[in-house]
Nanobody, 127 residues
Framework: QVQLVESGGGLVQAGGSLRLSCAAS????????MGWFRQASGKEREFVAA????????NYADSVKGRFTISRDNAKNTMYLQMNSLKPEDTAVYYC????????????????????WGKGTLVTVSS
């Protein structure tokens, strides 16, 4: 079992920045690719970004490329999502997820294909 807890969400103005964290406990953190998904009100849960077990490879949704940066610190069992140039359409509940797959597969598998996920943290971007 892997327990995942997100933090760092909040209210920010458009153009601002936030940094989300995902703290993991349980099984070996470095044994899992990690990712972020989000769900806006009335929309389906969608892939945002993923990072490989070592942190050397990443993958991003087109909608966040160039604005968001995913990273991880295996010594701290923590994953991060640095979000810059935020837009109102980034408003959503953000979920972290862990899966024993390759980073390139996380978007295709989707949120419910992940091995573990957290309860989410709300990000609200005001215009």
């Amino acid at each position: 079992q892997v327990q995942l807890v997100e933090s760092g969400g909040g209210l920010v103005q458009a153009g601002g920045s936030l940094r989300l964290s995902c703290a993991a406990s349980g099984r070996t953190f470095s044994g899992y690719a990690m990712g972020w998904f989000r769900q806006a009100s009335g929309k389906e849960r969608e892939f945002v970004a993923a990072v490989s077990r070592s942190g050397s490879s990443t993958n991003y949704a087109d909608s966040v490329k160039g604005r968001f940066t995913i990273s991880r610190d295996n010594a701290k069992n923590t994953m991060y999502l640095q979000m810059n140039s935020l837009k109102p359409e980034d408003t959503a509940v953000y979920y972290c997820a862990a899966d024993q797959t390759f980073v390139q597969n996380m978007a295709r598998k989707g949120f419910y294909g992940m091995d573990y996920w957290g309860k989410g943290t709300l990000v609200t971007v005001s215009s």
